[in-house]
Nanobody, 115 residues
Framework: QVRLVESGGGLVQPGGSLRLSCAAS????????MGWYRQAPGKQREWVAV???????DYIDSVKGRFTISRDSARNTVFLQMNSLEPEDAAVYYC?????????WGQGTQVTVAP
């Protein structure tokens, strides 16, 4: 059984940094992309960043230049380095893994940005 376990969320002041991690346990065949989504209270879940199996990364415009996604393919782990955090970045962040067979989601990790 495949599980995605996220960590690294927490409370940070505006301008601060956090690093999220997501480790996939179990057997996942042919991972294509690994990424992050987020959902703020009262809003729909939105895509934040994705990285392909070739290492190509893409970001939602609002986080470009501040967030960096990376992956350790050997360990089926994806990271999201978040710098210069803003109150608008506060949300539950979800890890997303797309394989050739199905899509997997993590349970979410809370990111709070407040003075």
């Amino acid at each position: 059984q495949v599980r995605l376990v996220e960590s690294g969320g927490g409370l940070v002041q505006p301008g601060g940094s956090l690093r999220l991690s997501c480790a996939a346990s179990g057997s996942i065949v042919s991972i294509n992309t690994m990424g992050w989504y987020r959902q703020a209270p009262g809003k729909q879940r939105e895509w934040v960043a994705v990285i392909s199996s070739y290492g190509r990364a893409d970001y939602i415009d609002s986080v470009k230049g501040r967030f960096t996604i990376s992956r350790d393919s050997a360990r089926n782990t994806v990271f999201l380095q978040m710098n210069s955090l803003e109150p608008e970045d506060a949300a539950v962040y979800y890890c997303n893994v797309v394989s050739s067979i199905r899509t997997y989601w993590g349970q979410g990790t809370q990111v709070t940005v407040a003075p």
